[in-house]
């Protein structure tokens, strides 16, 4: 079956760097997202990963090794505004997007 | 300018009620989405929508009805409401349907609750 893995909760500390781990299981693969999404809002598209390596932009990386079924989402310099849950979805061969349940990132001060 | 906006964003009802959700998108997409989020957050799509064609119809009961009069708009038509459809409903729209690259973007949610 098709299967998306992520941790429940993270605590991390503000102005510190947190790495937050996704393997995906999927019927052929067409890229992996991550979506940011604040308690009580709607999630937010962060960044695309469909080749191996690393992708940067500003404070936030993602990572993708697809022989591994592996990516993770880096957050540098943390503030406190980046507490939010974050969703790791993997696109299948027929685009379909399979979601993971989300890690909920805690910042404290 | 809301780019997906949907109504109403709360909805208390009695079970056995049919209640109706709106989404407009004014992105110019051409494919639309609902998704269902429940207290475990798992974002579970339900239908999809490409040009006003359903194209994805997940195993939901009958009792949700989906309609799409335009491609800029995709309601959601639940009769017969249970417990268990107790959730967060999310509209989403995409540029398209069959491309790697299909980025979401979701309305603020409906978060319905039956009791």
């Known amino acids: 079956g098709q299967n998306i893995d992520q941790p429940t909760e993270m605590t991390a500390t503000e102005g510190a760097i947190v790495q937050i781990n996704c393997t995906y299981q999927t019927s052929g693969f067409n890229g992996l997202f991550w979506y940011q999404q604040h308690a009580g809002e709607a999630p937010t598209f962060l960044s695309y990963?469909?080749l191996d390596g690393l992708e940067e932009k500003g404070r936030f990386s993602s990572f993708l090794s697809r022989s591994k079924g592996y990516s993770y989402l880096l957050l540098k310099e943390l503030q406190m505004k980046d507490s939010a849950s974050y969703l790791c979805a993997a696109m299948d061969s027929n685009y379909q997007l399979i979601w993971g349940a989300g890690t909920k990132l805690i910042i404290k001060p | 300018d809301t780019a997906v906006s949907q109504t109403p964003k709360y909805l208390v009802t009695q079970m056995g009620n049919d209640k109706s959700i709106k989404c407009e998108q004014n992105?110019?997409?051409?494919?639309m989405y609902w998704y269902k989020q429940d207290s475990k957050k798992f974002l579970k799509i339900m239908f999809s929508?490409?040009?006003?064609?359903?194209?994805i119809n997940e195993t939901v009961p009958n009792r949700f009805s989906p309609k799409s009069p335009d491609k800029a708009h995709l309601n959601l038509h639940i009769n017969s409401l249970e417990l268990g459809d107790s959730a967060v409903y999310f509209c989403a729209s995409s540029l398209t349907l069959y491309d790697s690259f299909n980025v979401l973007t979701f309305g603020a949610g409906s978060r319905l609750t039956v009791l």
């Open positions: 929508y490409n040009n006003k064609e359903l194209i």
């Open positions: 992105l110019g997409h051409d494919t």
């Open positions: 990963n469909v």
